[in-house]
Structure formats: C-alpha cells, structure tokens
C-alpha cells in the first residue's frame, strides 16, 4: 500500500468541499493506495502518465481532486477544486496549468 501525500495548498481546498464529497474523494485515494482505479478516477490528458482526475458529483456540484502516481514512493494529491467550467465537460485551462506546475515542482524536489 502506498502512502497519500498532499501539496499544502490542494489540502487546504479540499478542507472546504463539503463532507460527501470529501468521503468520495477519499475513498478514491485509498483505492488508488491499494494499486487499483477507482471508478469515478480517470487519467487526465496532456499531462503524461500517472495523472489521474477523481471527478465527483455532490447536490448538484462537481468537485475534483488531481492526483500524480510517478513521483517518488507516494500517490500526490496536487490540486484540489470545485469545477464550475463554462466551457462544456472539460477541466479549465488554468486548472491544467496549475497541476502542470506542481507536478514540475514536485519532480524537482524528488529528482
């Protein structure tokens, strides 16, 4: 099993997300600890391998948790959000980037 670890900042925003959601995405987590997929858990696009959205939906609000597989021995939690999208089904671009940046980070700090 491996152990899930969170960039402050996506913590700090999934603190806000009301309880259902939190215990959807959690449940989530563990199963991704445990070396599987969850369902609501699909591979974000463009952002390599191992970058996986947990999407929920909670009273009629969408809610996600971005999580990275390929750095060090943990499973990362960088980006926490309440998606409010104009643009369709998609994540926001400003979403991406800012999963893209901590990823970057991240892999610095464990290179």
Do not use: C
């Amino acid at each position: 099993m491996r152990a899930v670890s969170w960039i402050k900042a996506a913590y700090k925003s999934y603190e806000r997300f009301p309880a259902g959601a939190r215990r959807e995405i959690d449940r989530a987590l563990n199963i991704a600890a445990l070396g599987e997929k969850a369902d609501i858990a699909k591979p974000m696009t463009g952002l390599g391998a191992g970058v996986v959205e947990i999407a929920v939906k909670f009273r009629g609000d969408a809610w996600r948790a971005v999580y990275a597989l390929q750095i060090g021995e943990d499973i990362w939690v960088v980006h926490a959000f309440q998606k409010k999208s104009t643009s369709g089904i998609s994540t926001p671009k400003h979403e991406i980037d800012l999963v893209r940046d901590r990823i970057r980070t991240l892999k610095e700090r464990y290179r």
